[in-house]
């Protein structure tokens, strides 16, 4: 994987990035060339360049919007199919918009059409013929792990996982106790150094239960200065799935890891800019469908059209969301915390159709603006929730060190939140934003949540 603003992007996705780059560029000419030729006129390729730069970056955010490159669609022609398609439309839409605001770099209709033609057609192909190629085994990191125990026989499982970006070429007992994976014993290796370089290793993994009497330092030395990157098992749990493992977690990993940057404060007065302007713009845009909505609402069943309540935020100061009402008014009796479910049926059927479509969240833009909360970050919980999950749950209180956001990392990765499990789940990806959060990650998961909104998985 490569670390692109502190956020991991597998080889594989990058690679295919690129190329789908290169193939928009061709799609775009092609479109311009084909136009021209019909007319029987022609334009000065580079005076077209910036046309078809802003053609292909366009598309491609919408690809990425869509999941294109998620795990699924790389896996699956008929998924990748169906969100290419949804791609080159939503595509369209988009350069329509840049196309009113920026009429110098208007593409003509004819030429956007046989564009978006080719570029579709074009994007099949590449993945017919590099789809197998970009998840064979010549595209993973060969890992050799230290260590036989559970924590193995974790890293084990993650490699079993669809889409996972590296193999496991073998694992190593360090006499830490009982084993849980099949492992060569280290007593039976002459030289660790060369037991690496003899199964082609890019990267060794220390995976240790116990590390008193058992941390090799003198062979990892002799590792790394042979050029093999050698990762402790939090670290590496974190690059490969995104989120701050719980279970193999420590405070001094947490302290010394790269992380919870001070140097942030740019990027959080940049945040903030975003966040003002975009929330502005949405009560100003989406204030008639939002009164609509709170007429619906108000005429299907007894109570106000908007729900308020109190939430915890930055820091753990308190606040008040506002939301367009989806349940009962009677929903919670007493005013008794309780955890949302699955097919809810304290959800009224208007309810239900703006949680699938989020419009109930669009009044949330009103406590974007006030700075109570940002688009991105991780999803405010009620006080008695809160105060239950820092008992229960280690490194809960962190999440604070945020500000909530309607959107985030925990929510188009893990959309179900219905209990403690779950909360634990959610958590270990609001530590990762909290730890790694850069405006490239915001942008990310703004992306990611058009996957959410078209794609409901579990909206609640």
């Known amino acids: 994987m490569i670390?692109?603003?502190?956020?991991?992007?597998?080889?594989?996705?990058?690679?295919?990035?690129?190329?789908?780059?290169?193939?928009?560029?061709?799609?775009?000419?092609a479109g311009w060339v084909l136009r021209l030729w019909q007319i029987g006129t022609d334009v000065d390729p580079v005076r077209?360049?910036?046309?078809?730069?802003?053609?292909?970056?366009?598309?491609?955010?919408?690809?990425?919007?869509?999941?294109?490159?998620?795990?699924?669609?790389?896996?699956?022609?008929?998924?990748?199919?169906?969100?290419?398609?949804?791609?080159?439309?939503?595509?369209?839409?988009?350069?329509?918009?840049?196309?009113?605001?920026?009429?110098?770099?208007t593409f003509w209709r004819s030429n956007l059409l046989y564009a978006m033609m080719f570029a579709?057609?074009?994007?099949?192909?590449?993945?017919?013929?590099?789809?197998?190629?970009?998840?064979?085994?010549?595209?993973?990191?060969?890992?050799?792990?230290?260590?036989?125990?559970?924590?193995?026989?974790?890293?084990?499982?993650?490699?079993?996982?669809?889409?996972?970006?590296f193999a496991v070429a073998g694992f190593v007992s360090m006499n830490e106790g009982p084993t849980a994976v099949a492992a060569v014993n280290r007593a039976d290796i002459v030289s660790l150094s060369d037991h690496v370089v003899s199964l082609n290793v890019s990267e060794v993994l220390l995976a240790l239960e116990e590390r008193r009497n058992a941390l090799p330092l003198a062979d990892l030395l002799r590792i790394k200065t042979t050029g093999v990157d050698v990762r402790e098992i939090s670290s590496f749990i974190e690059r490969e799935t995104g989120r701050v493992d719980l279970d193999s977690l420590n405070p001094s990993w947490l302290i010394f890891s790269d992380g919870f940057s001070a140097g942030r404060r740019i990027s959080s007065v940049a945040k903030r800019l975003f966040d003002v302007s975009v929330s502005a713009a949405i009560l100003i845009l989406f204030g008639p469908v939002i009164l609509f909505t709170a007429l619906l609402v108000k005429l299907e069943s007894k109570g106000p059209a908007f729900f308020r309540q109190r939430r915890i935020g930055l820091y753990g100061q308190s606040f008040e969301i506002l939301k367009l009402r989806s349940m009962r008014e009677d929903a919670e009796v007493g005013g008794k915390a309780v955890w949302a479910q699955k097919d809810d049926p304290r959800v009224t059927r208007i309810g239900s159709v703006i949680r699938k479509l989020r419009i109930d969240e669009l009044p949330q833009a009103w406590t974007v603006l006030k700075g109570e909360m940002s688009f991105v970050g991780p999803r405010p919980e009620r006080p008695q929730f809160v105060a239950d999950l820092e008992a229960r749950l280690p490194y809960y209180a962190e999440r604070h060190v945020v500000k909530p956001g309607i959107t985030g990392w925990a929510q188009i990765n893990f959309p179900y939140g219905a209990s403690v499990e779950d909360a634990r789940q959610k958590l270990e990806y609001d530590l990762y934003y909290a730890k790694n959060y850069t405006p490239f990650l915001d942008l990310l998961i703004l992306l990611q949540t058009v996957r959410v909104v078209l794609w409901p998985e579990g909206a609640r």
């Open 3 to 29: 670390r692109l603003f502190k956020h991991y992007v597998s080889h594989a996705v990058l690679l295919l990035g690129l190329l789908d780059f290169a193939l928009l560029l061709l799609a775009g000419e």
């Open 48 to 105: 077209r360049l910036p046309h078809l730069l802003i053609f292909a970056a366009v598309v491609q955010l919408a690809m990425t919007g869509v999941g294109v490159y998620g795990v699924d669609a790389l896996r699956s022609m008929r998924i990748a199919t169906a969100r290419l398609v949804v791609a080159v439309s939503l595509g369209v839409i988009l350069l329509s918009l840049v196309f009113f605001l920026l009429p110098a770099f």
């Open 120 to 165: 579709l057609f074009g994007l099949f192909v590449m993945r017919l013929l590099v789809g197998r190629l970009l998840g064979s085994e010549g595209f993973k990191r060969r890992v050799l792990v230290l260590g036989a125990g559970p924590r193995a026989a974790r890293v084990e499982a993650l490699s079993r996982r669809p889409g996972a970006g």
